[in-house]
């Protein structure tokens, strides 16, 4: 699914946080772009209960339909300028919110590896513990997107519907899954660690 699925690092589709124009006011909160977002974040539930019993081919179909509504959104935002500041934080958040119960179903019935589903989560948490971290020691979390990142969430989101497209329409790709497997873990890990440089680099440049 093209667009981010990620919070940091995850291209914002034309919504970046920008200054409050006459649209943004007159767009207010249910626009069409915010609407798909809701929906969106709406298919998390339904996805892991698919997966849960096993309906990995449905899951598969809801999570491509997740896909197209992500590039949907923002492609409506652009061209209705229809940006808003809480489609610009509810964005990412639906779009982690599926990837990573994607992971952890997928790992808690035994389809994808567990240590791998911990890897994905312990990444996102340290980022934003860092996000958080930063503020409260006063410093504008001026985390900006890495290529490793957007890299890392690619790998994430083909693997993911890699997995359900194979588990649920009774297909093999030993050697494919294998592969995307440990690219995923290598660049979870590679870009963890990037942020975490990059959190170190602008607390040295704040400090005294």
Not at 30 to 40: G, S, Y
Not at 93 to 115: E, F, G, Q
Not at 188 to 205: N, P
Request: charged share 15%; net charge neutral; hydrophobic share 60%.
């Amino acid at each position: 699914m093209p667009g981010a699925w990620a919070l940091p690092g995850a291209p914002d589709k034309g919504r970046r946080r920008a200054e409050p124009s006459s649209v943004d006011v007159e767009a207010g909160l249910f626009t069409l772009p915010n609407l798909i977002t809701f929906a969106r974040l709406c298919a998390v539930p339904a996805a892991v209960w698919l997966m849960l019993q096993h309906r990995l081919d449905q899951a598969f179909l809801v999570f491509v339909a997740a896909g197209i509504s992500d590039a949907l959104d923002g492609w409506l935002a652009r061209v209705r300028n229809a940006r808003s500041t809480l489609g610009a934080l509810l964005d990412p958040v639906a779009d982690k919110a599926l990837l990573v119960s994607v992971y952890v179903t997928l790992a808690a019935i035994n389809v994808l590896p567990d240590w791998l589903a911990i890897l994905v989560v312990f990444r996102d948490l340290l980022i934003v513990g860092g996000v958080i971290l930063l503020w409260v020691m006063g410093m504008p979390a001026r985390i900006k997107p890495l290529l490793i990142s957007k890299a890392n969430t690619a790998a994430q989101i083909l693997l993911a519907a890699l997995v359900l497209l194979l588990k649920g329409f009774d297909l093999s790709a030993p050697m494919l899954l294998d592969a995307m497997i440990w690219l995923v873990a290598l660049t979870t890990f590679a870009s963890g660690v990037a942020y975490v440089l990059q959190a170190a680099r602008l607390t040295g440049e704040g400090a005294p």
